[in-house]
């Protein structure tokens, strides 16, 4: 695949990002950047099964880069230096810290309605189904019910086939009328597990 859009002239390619592609030996990248979840950084991980490494925590040392994501709002820079010893990164790799800033909630049917809402506007009398399939929802979880106390999370982390047959499910129960009645109901999930949902079940929405 790489060779391939190397050879293209038009328009010719001047870089190729590769998302998860760490592991791929053959691919000698002009820049790696690893990231790594601030609330399970990998030098307190382990490797599969015991914990999510896919190989010794040492193979960071090939990365450029390394991103610690989804930093707390409030992280001191106390927490930076830690971080930064425990990481034990060379002089040559960049370590640097990133953090959500959560945008609008879109309509997935704009036909139905082009209203856009932010999180903060959720009220709580408003029921949440969250679906998403990232690793550490946890954050996400926790910002919606900043808001509304009323948040079920789904988490999609079978096979496609399997997460979203029990989507479909949760999602047709927790959109009964005897729920509806109860409080109003937002279905909020990312737009990537959207495009899986209806193209896995083609549910339509009413």
């Not at 930064?84 to 879109?106: D, E, V």
């Not at 139905?112 to 959720?122: A, P």
């Not at 009645?181 to 990537?192: C, D, G, M, N, S």
Request: glycine share 4%; with cysteine.
């Amino acid at each position: 695949g790489i060779e391939q859009l190397l050879k293209l002239e038009n328009p010719t390619v001047e870089a190729i990002i590769l998302d998860d592609a760490f592991q791929h030996r053959h691919v000698k990248a002009g820049l790696n950047i690893l990231l790594t979840d601030f609330h399970r950084l990998l030098c307190d991980d382990a490797l599969l099964p015991a914990g999510r490494l896919r190989e010794p925590s040492s193979g960071k040392n090939r990365a450029q880069m390394v991103i610690v994501t989804k930093c707390p709002d409030d992280i001191k820079p106390i927490d930076f230096n830690i971080i930064a010893k425990r990481l034990h990164l060379y002089p040559y790799q960049q370590l640097y810290f990133s953090r959500f800033r959560y945008g609008m909630l879109t309509p997935l049917f704009p036909e139905k309605t082009n209203s856009r809402k932010v999180l903060s506007s959720l009220t709580g009398d408003e029921q949440v189904l969250l679906v998403t399939g990232i690793a550490s929802p946890a954050p996400l979880q926790k910002e919606v019910e900043s808001y509304t106390p009323h948040v079920k999370l789904l988490r999609c982390v079978l096979s496609l086939a399997c997460q979203w047959t029990m989507s479909h499910g949760v999602l047709r129960s927790f959109t009964q009328p005897s729920h509806m009645t109860k409080k109003p109901v937002v279905i909020a999930l990312r737009q990537l597990s959207f495009q899986r949902l209806v193209r896995q079940l083609s549910i339509k929405f009413l």
